[in-house]
């Protein structure tokens, strides 16, 4: 009995944690659809509001498609090569490497944002365009590629596999294509997903960072809680969340397929 009731105040618990959680979410959500929200449903449902949104800010939607696609691929390009270097050199200088490219996630974002401010801000052209805050979520979400792929490799006989390919004549480049890139895709698809999801939601950097030209999806929904009402404010939320939420749960899949995944 005890076993029983202690089962059902966990579940009780758990239940009001996350209705704590999602009811925010659900009333901007509906602040987002509804004609009036000071007048409640009874006003009726638009979808008014997100017409509205994607007319006054489609360019900082796309612009954070595209920042996020462009971080995505310098980090896949640094980052996997970057893990399998690391796990295959190990030891003390791995480690400390490790800690470097770290770094940045410890540094608050805008003082990571300053300092590439003060680095890089004298290139105006640069300065200037989305390539700049790019840089500052390459810098931000590296750790995560990096971390994703080693975590694989760590748990798999990648050695073996390697020496098994190199015994047959295969080159450290066909090797490292063929061998290692096959068996580390759970962790390049768990890192690709982190990576995007940090990078349309990142707004601390990004707000330090971009210019009236380069506003991003979080930057342009500060904007919209600061000046605009409030259903055409929580309807960019919904845009936000439509963009997150598979995301998200395309992360939730890809770490199941890891755990999932059987050990070398």
């Known amino acids: 009995m005890r076993l029983r009731w202690t089962t059902l105040a966990g579940a009780l618990l758990t239940a009001l944690l996350a209705l704590f959680l999602i009811l925010p979410v659900g009333l901007s959500i509906g602040a987002g659809l509804s004609v009036n929200y000071a007048r409640g449903l009874s006003a009726g449902l638009t979808l008014a509001w997100l017409v509205q949104v994607w007319n006054l800010y489609a360019d900082t939607v796309l612009r954070s498609i595209l920042v996020a696609l462009a971080t995505l691929g310098l980090t896949l390009l640094i980052g996997v090569p970057g893990a399998y270097a690391l796990v295959r050199r190990g030891g003390r200088f791995a480690r400390i490497a490790e800690e470097i490219v770290t770094l940045p996630v410890a540094i608050p974002g805008l003082a ?23 840089a500052g979520h390459v810098l931000f979400t590296l750790p995560f ?120």
């Open 112 to 134: 990571l944002a300053l300092a590439l401010i003060i680095a890089y801000g004298g290139f105006g052209a640069f300065r200037r365009s989305s390539l700049f805050i790019v």
């Open 145 to 264: 590629m990096l971390r994703a792929v080693m975590a694989v490799l760590d748990s798999i006989d990648w050695r073996t596999l390697d020496e098994g390919a190199a015994s047959l004549g295969a080159s450290a480049f066909r090797r490292f294509v063929d061998v290692i890139l096959p068996n580390a895709r759970p962790g390049i698809l768990a890192g690709s997903l982190t990576v995007l999801t940090l990078s349309i939601g990142e707004f601390n950097l990004t707000w330090m960072m971009h210019t009236p030209l380069t506003k991003t999806l979080p930057v342009g929904l500060a904007d919209a809680y600061a000046s605009m009402r409030l259903e055409i404010a929580s309807a960019y939320t919904l845009v936000f969340l439509v963009m997150v939420v598979p995301l998200l749960v395309g992360l939730q899949v890809a770490a199941d397929l890891i755990e999932k995944r059987p050990r070398g």
